[in-house]
C-alpha cells in the first residue's frame, strides 16, 4: 500500500511539473512568417545536437541565423537532436519531401545517411559537414580549425605554470588528433617543456561526462584545460577549481570569466551566405571545401586581458603568416611520440596527409 | 491492586464478513495487572487486542481508558492515550540502530536525530526496565529475543503504561522466555499493566495475575489466576456443550499404506518444525492431527507430498522408501495433497478454473495433442470435475478467484480426488466453509474413506475430529505427543494435550 | 486522518479497458494543446504534422513501422519474462549483446548466400541474448539474486563492450578513426520492402508474436510459465522445477531482445556502431506494459509508439523545437499511464487506519 501511495505523489508531482514548464514558456513566439518573395528557398538543417549548447550546433545555428539576415529568401527548416543511427536517414528524407533545395548535416556519422538519401533525391544539394564522402549533389565542408588550435596553444602555452595541459576530447579520429597536435605544437612553440595530456569522451555531447573528464585533467594537476566537444562544461569545470581554459567552437569567455584565455571559434555564416548565393545563383558544385582563417570561416576569439602583450603580440603575428599562407601548422620538423619523423625540417604536410593522421605529436601523453 | 481500571471494555462487538470475531465483549485491565487474554486460535484474541490498539473500530461497545470513554481511531490515538502494542512480527527497521528505531516516529524527535542523545535516552530507559540492549548496535544483528526488547523499549519510549503483546514467547528460546518474564514483573512492579495474548497455559500459570478466556469471540470465563488451574483453564478453552455425533461407517480400516519412521523436518527459517515423528496410516481410515497451528502440521504435510525435504527418518510407501522422490512422483504413486492455502497454492489465482483443474496432471498425455494442451480434452475434463463435485460456478473459462470458498474447497477436492489417491493429505479443508459446504467436503471425505483411501487430515476444531477421524494424532512443538483412538479419548485429554499440559489421569 | 489511497480493482470492464487509452490519448492532447498555444505554436498545425509525420503518407508509416520493430521485438522479450514476474529490465543490454553477436558473424562471413547467413546471425543473436539472460536467471533461480540489478548491470557491461568493439579491434579501417564496424555484406543485410526502410524483421516481429502466443497458452511449458508467474507456490505444489523455468524463462526473454539486436544491425545500420538502441530495451518495458503483456496488443502499442516517436521528431518540420517534441511525448505518455493505473486501481479517499 505503502508503494502504491509513494507512485500517486509522484504521478502528481510529474502532472504538477508539465504545467509549471508548461508556463514559464510561453515567452518564446517563434511565428516564422516566410517572406513572400520571389528568391524563397527552402533550407534543411539537421543538428546531431540543441542551439543551446553554445557550442558546436550553437555555432552552426548562428550561421544559419546570419545566412538568414543576409538572404532574405531563405525559409529554415530545422531537425535537432538527431542521432546518428536510424533516425538520421528519416530525417534527411522528411526534409527532402518537405521541398528543401539544400540540406546541411552537421555531423561526421551522418555520412551512410546523406549517401543514401543524396542518391534517391538528385536534384537536392547535400552539405556534409566534417564528411569524407562526396557524390555529384553532396558536398563536404569543414574549416582548418588546427590553425586556430594552434594559436590557441600558443596561449595556453604560455599561461601554465607546471606544464601540463589538459585536454578533453571527443573521439580519435583525424579531427580532433590534428587538434590535439596542433594544439601541442602551439604550446610547445612558447614552451617546448609543454606538455598536452589528452582524456577521450567517445561522445561529442554529454555535459557530465565532459565535465567530469575535465575533473579528472585537473585533479591529474593539469592546470590550464582545452577541450574538443560540444558543451562548456569543461570550462566550468576549470573556473571552478580555479584554473585556466581553452574554449572552443564559440567564445566561451562568458562561461568562465575568470579562467578562458581564448577559443579556437567557428564562423560558419559567410560560408553558408556564399553556399546559398551559388545554389540561387545555379552555381553551385560539388566539392570538398577545407576553408582557413585566411578564409575566416575558422578563428580565434578575443584574447583574455590576463595574457601578457608579448604572448598577444606573437599570436596576432603567427596568425598574419597563417592569414598570408606563407606558414602552416604542421610544418617540419615534426617528430611523433614514438619518435619518428613526420615532416623533415621545411617540409609541410599535404591535406591527405593530415586529413587521415592517426599518430600523436611528441609531447602528446595519451594514447590512440 | 489498584481499585480503578485502566481499561475498560463493554459490549464489544466486531464482525467480518462470515464471522463474528467478538460478541459483546467485556474486559478489565488494572494498573499494574499481568492480564493473560487466553484461547485457542481464531477464538477472537487478536482482534479484540487490535480494537484496543486501534486498529480496527468495533461495530458496538465503549472503551474507558483511565475512566474516561475514548474513541481508540488510529494506532496514534491508542498510543497517545498510552496503549502499545507488540505484534508477532516486529515492526522494526532492520538496517537502522536500536536506538534509532526506539525513536522512530515518536513525537519527540523531528528532523535531525542526535546519535548520542538517544542513545543515551535509550540507555536509560533500558537501565529502568532490566532490559539491558546496546543502543548502537543495528537491529539485524539482534537476535529475536532481543528485537522483543527494542520493541518493548520503543513502547515504553513513547510513554505507554498498557502494553499488549501478542503471543510474545513463540519466537524464544526458554531462557529468554524466562527473561522476558522477569522484565515483565519489573514493569508490573512499577505500575504498568500487560495484556498477554496467548493459548499456553503453563505460561499463563506462572506469570499472570488475572486471564480471561475467549472462545468463539465470546468471554467464557474470567477470574483471578488464584482461582484456576490448568484443567479448570483447558474446559474452558475446549469443551463444549454440543452433542455430537460419530461419522457412520461401513468398513474397517485395512493394513498399513503410509508408515512413517523418525521424520525429522526443517522449517521455513531453518529451524526444525518436526522433531523424529513417527506413525503409520492404514487404508480405508482418516486419521485426524490436532494440534495449534504452527506446531509442526505444515511442514509435515509438505513433507509427505514431497514440497519439502525431510532432514533425516524414512517415509515408506507400501514397504518402499519415498522419502527422495519428488511431488510428481509422488502424485503418480497415489499419493496426494489438498493444502491449506487454497488460493496461491491449491489454486493459480487469475488462471482459469479450466487451467486449474489441470494442476496437478497437466503433463500427462491425455490432456495432449503433439506439443500442443488439447483444451477440448481439458474442458471435457474440467465439466466432468464440475458435474461430478457439483461445483456452482458461471463460467469455467472466468479466473478462479470468482469461485466462493465451497466451492474453491470442491474443485481442489474433487481434482485430487478424482486422481484416485491412495494417500489423501489435506490441511483445514472446512476452514471457513459454511455448515452445508462444510457437511459436502465431510461427506466426500468419507466416501474417500470408504473407498480404501488413506486419509490424514490437518483439523483445528476438536468436534470435528471426533466427527470424522478414527485416530487423533496430537503435535505439540513439533512432537506428535500423542496417537489416539477417537473413541478412547475425550476433547479434554486432546485439548490438554495440545496446549502442552498433560492432565493426569484423564 | 483523511489520505487517498489505490485499491486493486478486482475486475475492469472490457468498455474501460478500451475507452481509457482512448481517452488519456484526448486528454493529453488537449493538455498539450494548452501548452502549444501558451507557446506561442498553433497547435492545429502543430498535431497535424504530428498526425502526417507519423501515419500521413506510405512513407510516414513506412517509417514508424521501422522504429517499432525493435520495440515489438524487445517488448516481447520483456513480456515473456514479465510474465513470470521475473523483472527483466536487460533488454538493453541483450539488444547490445545481439547485435554484437550478429554483426561479428556477418563480418566473419563476409559475402555469401543471404539464406545462410542471415539464419546464422540470428542463431548467434539469440545465443548471445539468451548468455545474457541466463546469467541473472542463474543468480535468481540458486541464489535468489534480485534480477533486476543484475539485468540492469549488466547493460552496461553489454553496452561498453560494443563500444569496446566499434573503438578498437572491429573498427573499420576506412572510417578515419570513426567508430564504426565496416558496412555488411549484402548478403548480411535484411530484405527491405520497396524503397523504403521496412525491412523483414517486421516479419520476424509478427512470427515471434504469433509463436509466443501459441507456445504461452497451449503448450506444456507455456502452462508451467503461466502457472509460475502466478504463484510459486502453486507451481512447487504442481510438481514444476521452478529454478530450471526461471533460467530458461530468462534465456528465452534474453535471446528475443538479442534478435531485437540483429534485426536493428541487419535491417536498419547494417553496421555495428555506438547507440545501435537508443534505449529501446527500456521504452520496451513501457510497450509490454501498456499491451498487459499481450503479445499482439504489443505489435499494435509497439506501433503506436514508433508513431509518437516519428511523429514528435516530425513537429520539428513547423518549428517545434526538439524539447518541446520531447514535452509532448512525455505528456502523452504520462496521461497513458496514469490512464493504465486507474484502470488498475481505485482511488479511494481513506481514514487512516493502519500505520
Same mark, same amino acid.
Given at each position: 500500500?505503502?508503494?502504491?501511495?509513494?507512485t500517486?505523489?509522484i504521478?502528481?508531482?510529474?502532472l504538477?511539473?508539465?504545467f509549471?514548464?508548461?508556463?514559464?514558456?510561453?515567452?518564446?513566439? &517563434?511565428?516564422?512568417?516566410?517572406?513572400?518573395?520571389?528568391?524563397?528557398i527552402?533550407?534543411?538543417?539537421?543538428?546531431?545536437?540543441?542551439?543551446?549548447?553554445?557550442?558546436?550546433?550553437?555555432?552552426?545555428d548562428? #550561421?544559419?541565423?546570419?545566412?538568414?539576415?543576409?538572404?532574405?529568401?531563405v525559409?529554415?527548416?530545422i531537425?535537432?537532436?538527431v542521432?546518428?543511427?536510424?533516425?538520421?536517414?528519416r530525417? +534527411?528524407?522528411q526534409?527532402?519531401?518537405?521541398?528543401c533545395?539544400?540540406?546541411?548535416?552537421?555531423?561526421?556519422?551522418?555520412?551512410?545517411?546523406?549517401?543514401?538519401?543524396?542518391?534517391?533525391?538528385?536534384?537536392?544539394?547535400?552539405m556534409h559537414?566534417?564528411?569524407?564522402?562526396t557524390?555529384?549533389?553532396?558536398?563536404?565542408?569543414?574549416?582548418r580549425?588546427?590553425q586556430?588550435?594552434?594559436?590557441?596553444?600558443m596561449v595556453?602555452?604560455?599561461?601554465?605554470?607546471?606544464?601540463?595541459?589538459?585536454?578533453?576530447?571527443?573521439f580519435?579520429?583525424p579531427?580532433?588528433?590534428?587538434?590535439?597536435?596542433?594544439?601541442?605544437?602551439?604550446a610547445?612553440?612558447?614552451?617546448?617543456?609543454?606538455?598536452?595530456k589528452?582524456?577521450w569522451?567517445?561522445?561529442w +555531447?554529454d555535459?557530465a561526462?565532459?565535465k567530469?573528464?575535465a575533473?579528472?585533467?585537473?585533479e591529474?594537476?593539469?592546470?590550464?584545460?582545452?577541450?574538443?566537444?560540444?558543451t562548456t562544461?569543461?570550462?566550468v569545470?576549470a573556473e571552478?577549481?580555479?584554473?585556466?581554459?581553452? #574554449?572552443y567552437?564559440?567564445?566561451?569567455?562568458? +562561461?568562465?570569466?575568470e579562467g578562458?584565455?581564448?577559443?579556437?571559434?567557428?564562423?560558419?555564416g559567410p560560408?553558408?551566405?556564399?553556399?546559398?548565393q551559388a545554389?540561387?545563383?545555379g552555381?553551385?558544385?560539388?566539392?570538398?571545401y577545407?576553408?582557413g582563417?585566411?578564409e575566416?570561416?575558422?578563428?580565434?576569439?578575443p584574447?583574455s586581458?590576463?595574457?601578457?602583450?608579448?604572448?598577444?603580440e606573437?599570436?596576432?603575428?603567427k596568425?598574419?603568416a597563417l592569414k598570408?599562407?606563407?606558414w602552416?601548422v604542421?610544418?617540419g620538423?615534426?617528430?611523433?611520440?614514438?619518435?619518428?619523423?613526420?615532416?623533415a625540417?621545411g617540409?609541410?604536410?599535404?591535406?591527405? &596527409?593530415m586529413?587521415?593522421?592517426d599518430?600523436?605529436?611528441?609531447g602528446?601523453?595519451g594514447?590512440? | 491492586?489498584?481499585?480503578?481500571?485502566?481499561?475498560?471494555m463493554?459490549?464489544?462487538?466486531?464482525?467480518?464478513?462470515?464471522?463474528?470475531?467478538?460478541?459483546?465483549?467485556?474486559?478489565?485491565?488494572?494498573?499494574?495487572?499481568?492480564?493473560?487474554?487466553?484461547?485457542?486460535?481464531?477464538?477472537?484474541?487478536s482482534?479484540?487486542m487490535?480494537?484496543?490498539a486501534?486498529?480496527?473500530?468495533?461495530d458496538?461497545?465503549?472503551i474507558?481508558v483511565?475512566?474516561e470513554v475514548?474513541?481508540?481511531?488510529s494506532?496514534r490515538?491508542a498510543?497517545?492515550?498510552?496503549?502499545?502494542? @507488540?505484534?508477532q512480527?516486529?515492526?522494526?527497521v532492520?538496517?537502522?540502530?536500536?536506538?534509532?528505531?526506539?525513536?522512530?516516529?515518536?513525537?519527540?524527535v523531528?528532523? *535531525?536525530?542526535?546519535?548520542?542523545?538517544?542513545q543515551?535516552?535509550?540507555?536509560?530507559i533500558?537501565?529502568?526496565y532490566?532490559?539491558?540492549?546496546?543502543?548502537?548496535?543495528?537491529v539485524?544483528?539482534?537476535?529475536?529475543?532481543?528485537?522483543?526488547?527494542?520493541?518493548?523499549?520503543?513502547m515504553?519510549?513513547?510513554?505507554?503504561?498498557?502494553? @499488549?503483546?501478542?503471543?510474545?514467547?513463540?519466537?524464544l528460546?526458554?531462557?529468554?522466555?524466562?527473561?522476558?518474564?522477569?522484565?515483565?514483573r519489573i514493569?508490573?512492579?512499577?505500575?504498568?499493566?500487560?495484556?498477554l495474548?496467548?493459548?499456553?497455559?503453563? %505460561?499463563?500459570?506462572?506469570?499472570?495475575?488475572y486471564?480471561t478466556?475467549?472462545?468463539r469471540?465470546?468471554?467464557v470465563?474470567d477470574?483471578?489466576?488464584?482461582?484456576?488451574d490448568? *484443567?479448570?483453564?483447558?474446559?474452558?478453552?475446549?469443551?463444549?456443550?454440543?452433542?455430537?455425533?460419530?461419522?457412520?461407517?461401513?468398513s474397517?480400516?485395512?493394513?498399513?499404506?503410509?508408515n512413517?519412521?523418525n521424520?525429522?523436518?526443517?522449517?521455513d527459517r531453518?529451524?526444525?518444525? !518436526?522433531?523424529? !515423528?513417527?506413525?503409520?496410516?492404514?487404508?480405508?481410515?482418516?486419521?485426524a @492431527?490436532?494440534? $495449534?497451528?504452527?506446531?509442526?502440521q505444515?511442514?509435515?504435510? %509438505?513433507?509427505?507430498?514431497?514440497l519439502r525435504?525431510?532432514?533425516?527418518?524414512?517415509?515408506?510407501y507400501?514397504?518402499?522408501?519415498?522419502?527422495h522422490?519428488d511431488?510428481?512422483?509422488?502424485?503418480?504413486? *497415489? @499419493?496426494?495433497?489438498?493444502?491449506?492455502?487454497?488460493i496461491?497454492?491449491?489454486l493459480?489465482?487469475?488462471?482459469?478454473v479450466i487451467?486449474?483443474?489441470?494442476l496437478?496432471s497437466y503433463y500427462?498425455?491425455?490432456?495432449?495433442s503433439?506439443?500442443?494442451?488439447?483444451?477440448?480434452?481439458i474442458?471435457?475434463?474440467?465439466?466432468?470435475?464440475?458435474?461430478?463435485?457439483n461445483i456452482?460456478?458461471?463460467?469455467?473459462?472466468?479466473? !478462479?478467484?470468482y469461485?466462493?470458498?465451497?466451492n474453491?474447497?470442491?474443485l481442489?477436492l474433487?481434482?485430487?480426488i478424482?486422481?484416485?489417491?491412495?494417500?489423501?493429505?489435506?490441511?483445514y479443508?472446512?476452514r471457513?466453509l459454511d455448515?452445508?459446504?462444510?457437511?459436502?467436503?465431510y461427506?466426500?471425505?468419507?466416501?474417500?474413506?470408504?473407498?480404501g483411501?488413506?486419509?490424514?487430515? $490437518?483439523l483445528?476444531?476438536l468436534d470435528d475430529?471426533?466427527?470424522?477421524?478414527?485416530?487423533?494424532?496430537?503435535?505439540y512443538?513439533?512432537?506428535?505427543?500423542?496417537?489416539?483412538?477417537?473413541?478412547k479419548?475425550s476433547?479434554?485429554?486432546? *485439548?490438554?494435550i495440545?496446549v502442552?499440559?498433560?492432565l493426569?489421569?484423564? | 486522518?483523511?489520505?487517498?489511497?489505490?485499491?486493486?480493482r478486482?475486475?475492469?470492464?472490457?468498455?474501460?479497458?478500451?475507452?481509457?487509452?482512448v /481517452?488519456?490519448?484526448?486528454?493529453a492532447?488537449g493538455?498539450g494543446?494548452i501548452?502549444l498555444a501558451l507557446?506561442?505554436?498553433l497547435?492545429? =498545425?502543430?498535431?497535424?504534422k504530428m498526425f502526417?509525420?507519423a501515419?500521413?503518407s506510405?512513407y510516414?508509416i513506412?517509417?514508424?513501422?521501422?522504429?517499432?520493430?525493435?520495440?515489438?521485438?524487445?517488448?516481447?522479450?520483456i513480456?515473456?519474462?514479465f510474465?513470470?514476474?521475473?523483472?527483466?529490465?536487460?533488454?538493453?543490454g541483450?539488444?547490445?549483446?545481439?547485435?554484437f553477436?550478429a554483426?561479428?558473424?556477418?563480418?566473419?562471413?563476409?559475402n555469401?548466400s543471404?539464406?545462410?547467413i542471415?539464419?546464422?546471425?540470428?542463431?548467434?543473436?539469440?545465443?548471445?541474448?539468451?548468455?545474457?539472460?541466463?546469467v541473472?536467471?542463474?543468480?535468481k533461480?540458486?541464489?535468489?539474486v534480485?534480477?533486476?540489478?543484475?539485468?540492469?548491470?549488466?547493460?552496461?557491461v553489454?553496452?561498453?563492450?560494443?563500444?569496446?568493439l566499434?573503438?578498437?579491434?572491429w573498427?573499420d579501417?576506412?572510417?578515419?578513426g570513426?567508430?564504426l564496424?565496416?558496412i555488411?555484406?549484402?548478403?548480411?543485410q535484411?530484405p527491405?520492402w520497396?524503397?523504403?526502410?521496412?525491412?523483414?524483421?517486421l516479419?520476424?516481429?509478427?512470427i515471434?508474436?504469433?509463436?509466443f502466443y501459441l507456445?504461452?497458452?497451449?503448450?506444456r511449458?507455456?502452462?508451467e510459465?503461466r502457472v509460475?508467474g502466478?504463484s510459486?507456490?502453486?507451481?512447487?505444489?504442481?510438481?514444476?522445477?521452478v529454478?530450471?523455468?526461471i533460467?530458461?524463462?530468462?534465456?528465452?526473454s534474453?535471446?528475443i531482445?538479442?534478435?531485437?539486436?540483429?534485426?536493428?544491425?541487419?535491417?536498419i545500420?547494417?553496421?555495428?556502431?555506438?547507440?545501435?538502441s537508443?534505449?529501446?530495451?527500456?521504452?520496451?518495458?513501457?510497450v509490454a506494459?501498456?499491451?498487459? /503483456?499481450?503479445?499482439?496488443?504489443i505489435?499494435?502499442?509497439?506501433?503506436?509508439?514508433?508513431? /509518437?516517436?516519428?511523429?514528435g521528431?516530425?513537429?520539428?518540420? =513547423?518549428?517545434?523545437?526538439f524539447?518541446?517534441?520531447?514535452?509532448?511525448?512525455?505528456?502523452?505518455?504520462?496521461f497513458?499511464?496514469?490512464?493504465?493505473?486507474?484502470?488498475r486501481y481505485r482511488?479511494?479517499?481513506a481514514?487512516?487506519e493502519?500505520?
Open positions: 500500500m505503502k508503494l502504491k501511495k509513494f500517486a505523489l504521478l502528481l508531482a510529474m504538477l511539473s508539465v509549471v514548464v508548461g508556463c514559464g514558456n510561453d515567452a518564446k513566439t &517563434e511565428s516564422e512568417q516566410p517572406a513572400e518573395q520571389s528568391e524563397a527552402k533550407v534543411g538543417w539537421v543538428y546531431i545536437g540543441v542551439p543551446g549548447d553554445y557550442g558546436w550546433t550553437y555555432a552552426h548562428q #550561421g544559419r541565423k546570419y545566412l538568414e539576415a543576409e538572404i532574405p529568401g525559409e529554415s527548416i531537425l535537432e537532436n542521432p546518428e543511427g536510424a533516425d538520421a536517414e530525417s +534527411f528524407e526534409l527532402a519531401q518537405e521541398g533545395s539544400i540540406i546541411f548535416g552537421t555531423s561526421f556519422g551522418y555520412g551512410d545517411a546523406m549517401l543514401a538519401v543524396a542518391e534517391k533525391y538528385p536534384d537536392i544539394k547535400f559537414a566534417t564528411g569524407l564522402q557524390a555529384d549533389n553532396l558536398s563536404t565542408y569543414f574549416g580549425i588546427y586556430a588550435r594552434y594559436l590557441s596553444g595556453a602555452g604560455a599561461m601554465t605554470t607546471n606544464n601540463q595541459l589538459g585536454y578533453v576530447a571527443a580519435p579520429i579531427e580532433v588528433v590534428r587538434g590535439i597536435n596542433a594544439f601541442t605544437l602551439g610547445q612553440s612558447v614552451n617546448p617543456d609543454a606538455k598536452v589528452v582524456v569522451t567517445n561522445t +555531447f555535459p561526462k565532459e567530469e573528464a575533473k579528472s585533467l585537473l591529474a594537476g593539469c592546470d590550464v584545460i582545452a577541450q574538443h566537444q560540444d562544461e569543461p570550462q569545470a571552478e577549481a580555479g584554473k585556466y581554459c581553452v #574554449g567552437n564559440t567564445d566561451m569567455h562568458d +562561461f568562465a570569466p578562458n584565455l581564448t577559443s579556437p571559434i567557428w564562423n560558419w560560408y553558408y551566405v556564399n553556399t546559398i545554389v540561387i545563383d552555381t553551385w558544385a560539388s566539392e570538398a577545407w576553408g582563417i585566411d575566416e570561416i575558422v578563428d580565434l576569439a584574447i586581458d590576463k595574457v601578457p602583450a608579448a604572448i598577444v606573437q599570436v596576432e603575428a596568425k598574419e598570408s599562407k606563407q602552416d604542421f610544418t620538423p615534426i617528430i611523433a611520440q614514438d619518435g619518428t619523423e613526420k615532416a625540417e617540409q609541410v604536410l599535404t591535406d591527405t &596527409e586529413l587521415s593522421m599518430w600523436f605529436v611528441a602528446v601523453e594514447s590512440l | 491492586m489498584n481499585r480503578f481500571p485502566v481499561i475498560e463493554k459490549g464489544i462487538s466486531k464482525r467480518f464478513p462470515g464471522v463474528i470475531a467478538n460478541d459483546n465483549i467485556s474486559f478489565r485491565v488494572y494498573p499494574g495487572e499481568i492480564h493473560a487474554l487466553l484461547g485457542e486460535n481464531g477464538a477472537g484474541k482482534t479484540l487490535s480494537i484496543l486501534g486498529l480496527y473500530r468495533p458496538s461497545g465503549t474507558k483511565k475512566g475514548i474513541r481508540l481511531h494506532p490515538k498510543l497517545e492515550e498510552g496503549i502499545g502494542m @507488540i505484534y512480527h516486529f515492526r522494526l532492520n538496517n537502522f540502530t536500536v536506538a534509532e528505531n526506539i525513536v522512530l516516529g515518536s513525537k519527540h523531528n528532523w *535531525g536525530i542526535k546519535q548520542e542523545r538517544i543515551k535516552e535509550t540507555r536509560e533500558s537501565h529502568n532490566g532490559l539491558e540492549i546496546n543502543p548502537a548496535v543495528r539485524n544483528q539482534l537476535s529475536l529475543g532481543e528485537q522483543q526488547r527494542v520493541e518493548i523499549l520503543k515504553l519510549y513513547r510513554g505507554c503504561d498498557i502494553l @499488549i503483546m501478542d503471543e510474545p514467547t513463540t519466537v528460546t526458554p531462557g529468554e522466555v524466562k527473561e522476558l518474564f522477569q522484565v515483565l514493569m508490573s512492579r512499577q505500575g504498568k499493566s500487560i495484556v495474548i496467548t493459548h499456553k497455559l503453563n %505460561e499463563v500459570m506462572e506469570i499472570a495475575d486471564v478466556v475467549l472462545r469471540g465470546k468471554v470465563g477470574d483471578r489466576i488464584e482461582n484456576l490448568e *484443567g479448570i483453564l483447558t474446559r474452558m478453552m475446549v469443551a463444549r456443550e454440543v452433542v455430537y455425533s460419530q461419522a457412520q461407517r461401513d474397517s480400516p485395512g493394513g498399513v499404506i503410509l512413517v519412521d521424520l525429522k523436518i526443517q522449517g531453518g529451524n526444525i518444525a !518436526v522433531h523424529e !515423528v513417527s506413525f503409520n496410516l492404514r487404508r480405508g481410515e482418516i486419521m @492431527i490436532a494440534g $495449534v497451528a504452527g506446531n509442526g505444515r511442514e509435515l504435510v %509438505e513433507a509427505l507430498a514431497g525435504k525431510a532432514v533425516s527418518g524414512s517415509i515408506e507400501e514397504g518402499e522408501e519415498i522419502k522422490y511431488a510428481k512422483s509422488r502424485i503418480a504413486l *497415489g @499419493i496426494n495433497m489438498v493444502p491449506e492455502d487454497r496461491g497454492m491449491g493459480v489465482p487469475n488462471l482459469s487451467d486449474n483443474s489441470i496437478r500427462k498425455e491425455e490432456f495432449y503433439g506439443w500442443f494442451l488439447n483444451y477440448n480434452k474442458r471435457s475434463y474440467t465439466d466432468r470435475i464440475i458435474n461430478e463435485y456452482v460456478l458461471s463460467d469455467s473459462n472466468h479466473p !478462479v478467484n469461485l466462493s470458498g465451497g474453491l474447497q470442491k481442489l474433487g481434482r485430487e478424482d486422481q484416485k489417491p491412495r494417500v489423501l493429505l489435506a490441511s479443508p472446512i471457513g455448515v452445508a459446504a462444510a457437511e459436502g467436503v461427506d466426500l471425505l468419507l466416501k474417500e474413506r470408504d473407498k483411501t488413506a486419509i490424514l487430515l $490437518v483445528e476444531d475430529i471426533f466427527r470424522i477421524a478414527d485416530r487423533v494424532a496430537v503435535m512443538q513439533g512432537f506428535i505427543r500423542k496417537i489416539l483412538d477417537v473413541e479419548t476433547i479434554d485429554e486432546i *485439548g490438554s495440545m502442552g499440559t498433560e493426569a489421569g484423564v | 486522518m483523511l489520505k487517498l489511497k489505490l485499491i486493486r478486482e475486475n475492469e470492464s472490457t468498455m474501460a479497458r478500451l475507452i481509457v487509452p /481517452l488519456s490519448i484526448i486528454m492532447f493538455c494543446w501548452f507557446s506561442g505554436y497547435p492545429a =498545425v502543430v498535431f497535424a502526417n509525420g501515419l500521413g506510405p510516414a513506412s517509417e514508424t513501422i521501422v522504429k517499432a520493430v525493435p520495440l515489438m521485438v524487445a517488448g516481447l522479450a513480456s515473456l519474462a510474465r513470470m514476474k521475473l523483472w527483466n529490465i536487460g533488454a538493453e541483450q539488444i547490445y549483446m545481439g547485435a553477436a554483426s561479428g558473424m556477418a563480418l566473419a562471413l563476409g555469401g543471404p539464406y545462410v542471415i539464419p546464422i546471425m540470428m542463431i548467434a543473436a539469440f545465443a548471445a541474448g539468451a548468455l545474457w539472460g541466463l541473472p536467471g542463474l543468480l533461480a540458486y541464489w535468489q534480485n534480477e533486476t540489478i543484475i539485468t540492469l548491470m549488466l547493460n552496461y553489454a553496452i561498453y563492450w560494443v563500444d569496446y566499434v573503438f578498437g579491434p573498427k579501417p576506412n572510417s578515419m570513426f567508430p564496424t565496416p555488411f555484406s549484402p548478403a548480411a535484411l527491405t520497396g524503397d523504403s526502410r521496412v525491412h523483414l524483421g516479419l520476424l516481429a509478427g515471434i508474436a504469433i509463436v507456445v504461452v497458452q497451449y503448450t511449458w507455456g502452462y510459465v509460475m502466478e510459486s507456490q502453486a507451481a512447487k505444489y504442481a510438481g514444476m522445477n529454478a530450471k523455468n533460467m530458461l524463462v530468462m534465456m528465452v534474453g535471446g531482445a538479442g534478435i531485437a539486436g540483429m534485426i536493428e544491425v541487419a535491417g545500420t547494417h553496421r555495428l556502431q555506438q547507440g545501435v537508443p534505449g529501446y530495451g527500456y521504452t520496451a518495458i513501457i506494459w501498456l499491451a498487459r /503483456l499481450n503479445p499482439f496488443a505489435i499494435i502499442v509497439a506501433f503506436l509508439f514508433g508513431a /509518437l516517436l516519428v511523429g521528431f516530425a513537429v520539428q518540420i =513547423v518549428g517545434v523545437s524539447s518541446i517534441t520531447q514535452i509532448l511525448q512525455g505528456t502523452v505518455l504520462f497513458l499511464l496514469a490512464g493504465e493505473i486507474f484502470l482511488l479511494v479517499l481514514r487512516e493502519a500505520v
